[in-house]
């Protein structure tokens, strides 16, 4: 009886235990996902944005002439290289965006791929980051 007693314990105490690994896997699980969304819900205005600021680049493209005759010490050359590597950056940026969000399981149970998926909008917010940087560097000029 006494073998009996201590085999329902020790499982009881396994169970606790494993209950309370489970619990903390969840809240771990809930915690980077909610951190997760909260990056992507800082980054995901300025998709709409990057998006008008390279219509806006095109529109300086095309009246890059009529910009030259008002500034006559203007390059050309070196402006439409680096407007039309800015249109780049902002389109790969936006376009990284949904590429991840179209792959992004929501549904994940699985702490390491919520991790996975933290790791990659951190990453898409500094390059998100750095991109609005140096738009705003280019085009206060015009």
Known sequence: ???????????????????????????????TQEETMKIHDEIMPQVSVFDK??????????????????KPALDTTQT???????????EEATDHMMDWMKGYSADSTTVDYANRELTKVKDMK?????????????LNKY
């Open 1 to 31: 009886m006494k073998k009996l007693a201590f085999l329902i314990a020790s499982a009881f105490a396994i169970t606790s235990c494993n209950n309370s690994s489970n619990t903390d896997n969840q809240n771990d699980l809930a915690k």
């Open 53 to 70: 600021d390279a219509v806006t680049i095109d529109s300086i493209l095309t009246h890059l002439k009529a910009i030259k005759t008002a």
């Open 80 to 90: 439409r290289q680096e407007l039309t590597q800015l249109k780049k950056n902002l």
């Open 126 to 138: 500094a390059v998100f980051d750095r991109v609005s940087k140096e738009k705003q560097e280019i």
